[in-house]
């Protein structure tokens, strides 16, 4: 079963514009991560926070991290339509490298 | 550098044949995963290796499912008897354990279609 839970499940906005969605999880936490998959494609690691991190950026993403709502978003500055997939978060516990996927966003750019 | 590579891509099977997906991580990666993947879902843990040893198998759905690394590289993945509801897409990731963080890197995976 799926620990994570993401909302918006779909998210449509305009080239230019800025994305934001959300990530909830249950369990304590080594550290969480954030993945994109094109249709039909593999997932790419996009960045990863670690549990005593609060913030983290990486060109145009942003994540947050709230270990006491057990909670992350991820923004997406000044999307493009390339940006267009799905997002997964993904949590590691301590202890285990498996990573435990959210339910993830789907993410539609349009020019 | 290569990829994650996995074969084949695509597998159709008839309810009640076995199948094996193959997934080659990238060289020098000690640790391997699988997960199972349904339409419009994100990844579900299968199982887990640290070189050839399979440290953790509690994701695999039931007895039919089996998971091999003989010598810590390649890895198959195989489902006996497979049924409709085995029909996801099968990712393979790999990773550094002496990587100071857990990335993992993913392959393109495998679409099984039970018919």
């Known amino acids: 079963s799926q620990q994570g839970e993401e909302d918006p499940q779909a998210l449509s906005i305009q080239e230019g514009e800025n994305a934001t969605m959300n990530c909830s999880y249950k369990?304590?936490?080594?550290?969480l991560q954030w993945y994109r998959q094109n249709s039909g494609r593999g997932l790419v690691h996009l960045i990863l926070?670690?549990?005593?991190?609060r913030e983290k950026h990486s060109g145009r993403l942003r994540v947050t991290l709230d270990t006491s709502k057990k909670s992350s978003s991820l923004l997406i500055t000044a999307s493009r339509a390339a940006d267009t997939a799905s997002y997964f978060c993904?949590?590691?516990?301590?202890?285990?490298?498996?990573?435990?996927f959210g339910t993830g966003t789907r993410l539609q750019v349009f020019p | 550098g290569a990829g994650v590579s996995q074969s084949p891509r695509y597998k159709v099977a008839k309810r009640g044949q076995d199948v094996a997906l193959r997934c080659d991580p990238i060289?020098?990666?000690?640790?391997l995963f699988w997960y199972q993947q349904a339409l419009g879902q994100g990844p579900e843990f299968l199982t887990y290796?640290?070189?050839?040893?399979?440290?953790?198998k509690s994701g695999l759905p039931s007895d039919r499912f089996f998971a091999e690394r003989p010598e810590g590289s390649v890895s198959t993945l195989k489902i006996q008897r497979t049924q409709q509801e085995d029909s996801a897409v099968y990712l393979c990731?790999?990773?550094?354990?002496?990587?100071?963080?857990?990335?993992?890197?993913f392959g393109p995976g495998t679409r099984l279609t039970v018919t």
């Open positions: 926070i670690r549990s005593n991190e």
């Open positions: 290796f640290q070189n050839e040893a399979q440290l953790d």
């Open positions: 369990t304590s936490i080594n550290n």
């Open positions: 060289s020098g990666h000690v640790s």
């Open positions: 993904a949590t590691a516990g301590d202890n285990t490298d498996k990573l435990i």
């Open positions: 990731a790999s990773s550094s354990r002496l990587a100071v963080y857990y990335e993992q890197y």
